[in-house]
């Protein structure tokens, strides 16, 4: 089984609807991270998780908020999808904990088409 | 956090060492140098890291220059597997923060 896994792989959904898109961690890891791709580009940090109790935005928050339900859990919400918002979004974790030498891990992506 | 500057394209043949470079001369003293690779839309895989020393693994080598404003991943046998885009990023050594470039896309060819 994957360690990183991300539900739902692809989905679309039209403009003004509400989605989330979950991650889900079997690694142990504390620190969660939510990025977006868009073609030709490299990644870009949406929100992170430093534990259940930590939230923070990334370079491009704003349209998007999440919810860490757990250690192992960390959700992406699109209140409102909008089409600029049409992306790859990738899912990663690290153990983080006073280690210097982090690395992270990501999920598979999910394909979100928003019409 | 610094910038790095990297080549948009490669090629290099089966077989062949692939060597990619990476610039980051506004590179601080606390700043680690991370490469990362993404096969076709793949989740990014690590490949490796280093702080000031040459580092090698499994996968690949990093050279690391005596003024660290550059460096140089090697792929000592590159295979058409190892066809992807490569990233270099460079990040403080606990913030926990990725910051993603365009990166090189790596054709190994036949």
């Known amino acids: 089984d994957a360690d990183v896994t991300q539900t739902p792989r692809n989905r679309i959904t039209k403009t003004g609807k509400r989605i989330m898109l979950e991650c889900s961690q079997t690694k142990g890891h504390d620190r969660m991270y939510w990025y977006r791709q868009d073609p030709g580009l490299g990644l870009r940090l949406i929100y992170y998780?430093?534990?259940?109790?930590?939230?923070n935005k990334g370079e491009i928050s704003d349209g998007y908020s999440v919810s860490r339900q757990a250690q192992a859990k960390f959700s992406l919400s699109l209140e409102s999808a909008i089409p600029n918002q049409t992306a790859l979004y990738f899912c990663?974790?690290?153990?983080?904990?006073?280690?210097?030498?982090?690395?992270?891990?990501f999920g598979p992506g999910t394909r979100l088409l928003v019409l | 956090d610094a910038k790095t500057t990297q080549p948009p394209s490669m090629d290099c043949a089966e077989g062949r060492a692939a060597n990619l470079p990476c610039n980051h001369s506004t590179i601080s003293g606390n700043e680690y140098v991370y490469w990362y690779r993404q096969i076709h839309s793949q989740g990014p895989q690590y490949i490796i890291h280093g702080l000031k020393n040459n580092e090698t693994n499994e996968m690949a080598s990093l050279i690391i220059t005596e003024d660290r404003k550059s460096s140089t991943l090697i792929l000592p046998h590159a295979t058409l597997r190892d066809t992807a885009v490569y990233y270099c990023?460079?990040?403080?050594?606990?913030?926990?923060?990725?910051?993603f470039g365009q990166g090189t896309t790596l054709q190994v060819k036949p």
């Open positions: 990663a974790t690290s153990e983080g904990s006073g280690r210097v030498m982090e690395t992270q891990y």
């Open positions: 998780s430093f534990d259940v109790k930590d939230i």
């Open positions: 990023i460079v990040r403080p050594g606990n913030t926990g923060k990725l910051i």
